[in-house]
């Protein structure tokens, strides 16, 4: 009785390990490779599969989703023989399960063996500088080759980035030195621009101010000569109208002679020969005004008189 008990239970256990080994469930973006008596039946994709129990057996689980991996520093020696070490890193995605399992013993391996000696071609050709500054063309370059060369491999190459290209240190300090030096000339370009832009700015501001300066003294005589010869044709004008004599002429004259003396620097003044002409005019003026009136005078002519 015990010993069909037992037998019992070895067969449910089977039973159940075979149900176990039966059905195969594969997750999402995951592959799994089957195999029977060691040799390649079919690739099981993301869902319910059943198996064969003790016959076939799952060889390899494969991820389909996209992976990154991070590559180690490698030293890469470039054209104009200096040595940069340059951190990569690889995004793939496996595309053939099978081939991913059976074409290539590590994928991960082989990728990085790959792109480690890609990369020292690519920069071997190139100086330190274009490396430095060429990023997107040795990314390009780097994907381009894997993503040949991995394709067999049922592998595809989506991204290839330089996460980091370090020169060595005294490399470092020299380009470190010449950016500040450019820098320091930037600069100093900047500060004489701008010195001869504000001298520049100051001088046509002073050419504007005198032109504006002189254009309004011009403007300002223009109006001040216009006044005075209006000023003079307004009196000259009057003058006519009022029609004066020969009386009120001579008196005007003498009223202007004392003008004519003042003034310290005045030492010498002409005395016109038509002062004779005025006098005799206003003498014969006063003369009317005297009883039983008469006179005359005779001409006199110009001389000199000297004034203090």
């Known amino acids: ?151 067999k491999w049922g592998i595809r190459v989506n991204r290839v980035e330089l996460k980091a290209i370090e020169p060595p240190t005294s490399i470092q300090d020299s380009m470190e030195k010449q950016m500040r030096a450019d820098r320091d000339k930037r600069a100093a370009i900047l500060q004489a621009e701008g010195v001869r832009q504000s001298a520049i700015l100051t001088a046509e501001g002073e050419k504007q101010s005198a032109i504006l300066r002189a254009e309004g003294e011009s403007k300002s005589a223009a109006l001040r000569a216009e006044g005075e010869a209006q000023a003079i044709r307004t009196v000259f004008e009057s003058i006519h109208a009022g029609d004066p004599d020969q009386k009120l002429l001579s008196y005007q004259y003498l009223q202007m002679l004392p003008k004519i003396a003042e003034g310290d620097a005045n030492k010498l003044w002409i005395v016109p020969s038509e002062i004779g002409d005025a006098l005799k005019g206003l003498g014969g003026a006063l003369d009317g005004f005297r009883p039983g009136g008469g006179g005359g005078g005779g001409n006199s002519g110009g001389g000199l008189t000297k004034a203090d």
């Not at 990154?68 to 496996?94: A, E, S």
Request: hydrophobic residues 50%; without cysteine.
């Open 1 to 151: 009785m015990d010993a069909i008990i037992i037998v019992l239970i070895i067969l449910v256990a089977l039973v159940f390990v075979a149900l176990i080994k039966t059905i195969q469930v594969i997750p999402q973006a995951s592959a799994a490779i089957v195999e029977r008596f060691g040799r390649y039946t079919r690739t099981l994709n993301a869902g319910l599969n059943i198996v064969v129990p003790f016959i076939d057996t799952i060889r390899n689980r494969v991820d389909l989703r996209e992976q990154v991996v991070p590559f180690p520093p490698q030293p890469v020696i470039t054209q104009d023989n200096l040595v940069v070490n340059i951190d990569t890193v690889i995004y793939y995605q496996v595309t053939d399960a099978r081939a991913a399992t059976y074409e290539v013993a590590s994928y991960i391996q082989a990728i990085e063996q790959l792109t480690v000696t890609t990369l020292r071609n690519i920069i071997g050709g190139m100086d330190l500088e274009r490396t430095l500054t060429s990023r997107e063309e040795i990314n390009a370059a780097l994907r381009g080759v894997l993503d040949e060369a991995t394709g």
